[in-house]
C-alpha cells in the first residue's frame, strides 16, 4: 500500500445518512473519521458568537486563523470540540444549521477551510473516511473510492425532524422539510463548491435502504479497492 492513507470520501446532501454510514464505517475500518459539515457548523458557531455577519469576509478570515476543531468518538457518538468546549449539540440546532450553509458559501471560508480537512484526514496511518459536500469533487478529487448518497426529501426531513425531537427541540416536520428544502438549494446554486456527486461516485439511495445494507455495500467496495492498491 502507498504511503498515503485510504481516503473514502462520502457526500450527499443532508440527512441521506452520511453521519451514520460514516460513522459505522470508521469503527468497523478502524479509520479517522473526519466530519467536514461539522467543521463548517463550528466555524458558522463561532462567528455567531462573535456577531460576525457571514458575509464579511474579512473578518470570517480572520476568524479562521483561531478555529481548533478536534473529533472523539464516544460510545456511540463523534463528539465535536472547538477550541477544547465539546460543541456536538450546539453547532446542530436548526437555527445553526441554516448559518453554516450561508458561511460554507464564502469562498474564503471554503479556502481557508480546505487544508485542515486535508490535514486531519492526512494524519490518520491507516486511512480516514470524510464525509461532506465536496469531498470527492474539491478536497479528494483523487479520493481512493468515493460516494454519494441521496434520499427523498420526505424521509430526509423525517430523520431530522426525529433528531431534534429527540433532542427536545420543539420544530415541525414542515418546518424541517422547509429548512431543508432552502440549503439543499442554497448548497446545490452556490458558485464554490457545490453539492453535487463526483462523476465516478458510486451512489446509494438510502430513503428505503436499510443503514446496515448500506454500511455492508460500502464496506464491501473499500475492502476491495484496498486490496487492488496494495
Known sequence: MSARPFIV?????????????????????????????AIYRCVALMARREGIAFDDDARLGELLSRVQIHFQVVGEENRVFLGGQDVSSDIRTPENSMAASQVSSRPVVRAG??????????????????????????????????????????????????????????ITLEEVLADQMKRDRDDAARAVAPLKAAED??????????LSEVVHTLEAEILRRMAARK
Open 9 to 37: 470520501a462520502i457526500d450527499g446532501p443532508a440527512g441521506a445518512g452520511k453521519s451514520s454510514v460514516s460513522k459505522l464505517l470508521a469503527r468497523r475500518m478502524g479509520f479517522a473519521l473526519v466530519d467536514t459539515g
Open 113 to 170: 477551510l480546505l487544508q485542515l480537512q486535508r490535514r486531519l484526514a492526512l494524519e490518520s496511518e491507516k486511512g480516514a473516511i470524510l464525509e461532506g459536500r465536496d469531498i470527492g469533487t474539491v478536497v479528494f478529487p483523487d479520493a481512493d473510492v468515493k460516494f454519494f448518497l441521496e434520499a427523498s426529501p420526505e424521509v430526509r426531513a423525517r430523520r431530522r425532524y426525529e433528531e431534534l425531537f429527540q433532542k427536545g427541540v420543539e
Open 201 to 210: 461516485a458510486i451512489r446509494m439511495d438510502s430513503s428505503v435502504t436499510p
